[in-house]
């Protein structure tokens, strides 16, 4: 793939939905930690800050979305949250919000095996007892 055929925006895709957001590149930084957590800062005017608060205004962090860098793909990951930015070099017009993303892993058959058991409840009863 060439440079030419990158194209200019970062795309996310809520996956129930099918709904889109489309943001051009030029105001996006990205940062990714070392526990798979991407942070997207986004400095942009203020109509396009507005319009990525409003896209994860009622999500349910439990849903998945997808995102899309320059055309190269789909890739999925977990909503975890919307922050406020502070830049005082922003010009009047413009805001930056952090869009914090969590990459989406399948476990796998050997690590649902291996779980950890978060309860120990069990009941004192069994289904013919009753």
């Given amino acids: 793939m060439s440079e030419n055929d990158i194209n200019p925006f970062f795309i996310i895709k809520k996956v129930r939905e099918g709904d889109e957001l489309k943001m051009n ?8 930690n070392s526990n798979k ?15 990525l608060e409003m896209f994860f205004e009622n999500f349910n962090p439990i849903d998945r979305i997808n995102y899309d860098i ?3 793909g789909w890739v999925g ?29 399948c476990p796998s058959k050997v690590e649902l095996r291996n779980l950890k058991r978060s309860s120990k409840f069990r009941p004192n009863f069994t289904l013919a007892d009753s």
């Fill in 25 to 32: 590149q030029k105001f996006i930084k990205i940062r990714m």
């Fill in 37 to 51: 957590v991407m942070a997207i800062h986004y400095k942009a005017p203020m109509e396009r800050t507005i319009e």
């Fill in 70 to 72: 320059g055309g190269t």
């Fill in 77 to 105: 990951a977990n909503f975890r949250g919307l922050i406020d930015g502070k830049d005082d070099s922003l010009p009047i017009d413009y805001d930056y919000k952090i869009l914090m993303l969590e990459e989406y892993k």
